[in-house]
T-cell receptor, first 114, second 116 residues
Framework: AQSVTQLDSQVPVFEEAPVELRCNYSSSVSVYLFWYVQYPNQGLQLLLKYLSGSTLVKGINGFEAEFNKSQTSFHLRKPSVHISDTAEYFCAVSDRGGYNKLIFGAGTRLAVHP | ETGVTQTPRHLVMGMTNKKSLKCEQHLGHNAMYWYKQSAKKPLELMFV???????ENNSVPSRFSPECPNSSHLFLHLHTLQPEDSALYLC???????????????FGQGTRLTVV
């Protein structure tokens, strides 16, 4: 079985500051890793994914994440945030070779202030 | 239309009502999913359909009844719900490949359900 822990439920940050949203996972099998973003009253939009290969993954809207197998982490980073990045961010894992049965973390609410 | 479309976007129903949520995907995918997003709880997978066959049912109460008539459409039939069933119900689709599995899910905008 897999599980995902997002270490911060809320992250306040000022505009143009860097941000890191932390994610740790637990799994007995190899997994795919994802970050999704949810804006108010919207569904989930994929930011980026790690399937294999380079451990540094670049996504949309200037976000990137680094897969660290030894620490079982997949932290999301952005060097300079905008007001429009205010949203809920979800880390998720799924089995390789199976259906996309995503196991989600509880989410991190990113609040960007002017 | 493109992507994954869910209707209605908002639904209020009484505990004795019967209603259905609809999901349509225009991506040519072969797998579809229902997720439940409740306040203060992580997103939960409810059902998985692959090639119109249910392959997963995560201990969901029988008052939720899914239906997948073809690979593009997915329904969630609701009856005698409880107030605690109020949540955002999200539909997703993906393409499942032999050996690779499924590498990405695309989500609809969800149906906000309120049970009164």
């Amino acid at each position: 079985a897999q599980s995902v822990t997002q270490l911060d439920s809320q992250v306040p940050v000022f505009e143009e500051a860097p941000v890191e949203l932390r994610c740790n996972y637990s799994s007995s099998v190899s997994v795919y890793l994802f970050w999704y973003v949810q804006y108010p009253n919207q569904g989930l939009q994929l930011l980026l994914k790690y399937l294999s290969g380079s451990t540094l993954v670049k996504g949309i809207n200037g976000f990137e994440a680094e897969f660290n197998k030894s620490q079982t982490s997949f932290h999301l980073r952005k060097p300079s945030v905008h007001i429009s990045d205010t949203a809920e961010y979800f880390c998720a894992v799924s089995d390789r070779g199976g259906y996309n049965k995503l196991i989600f973390g509880a989410g991190t609410r990113l609040a960007v202030h002017p | 239309e493109t992507g994954v479309t869910q209707t209605p976007r908002h639904l209020v129903m009484g505990m004795t009502n019967k209603k259905s949520l609809k999901c349509e995907q225009h991506l040519g995918h072969n797998a579809m999913y229902w997720y439940k997003q409740s306040a203060k709880k992580p997103l939960e997978l409810m059902f998985v359909y692959s090639l119109e066959e249910r392959v997963e049912n995560n201990s969901v109460p029988s008052r939720f009844s899914p239906e997948c008539p073809n690979s593009s459409h997915l329904f969630l039939h609701l009856h005698t719900l409880q107030p605690e069933d109020s949540a955002l119900y999200l539909c997703a689709s993906s393409q499942e490949e032999v050996r690779l599995g499924s590498t990405e899910a695309f989500f609809g905008q969800g149906t906000r359900l309120t049970v009164v």
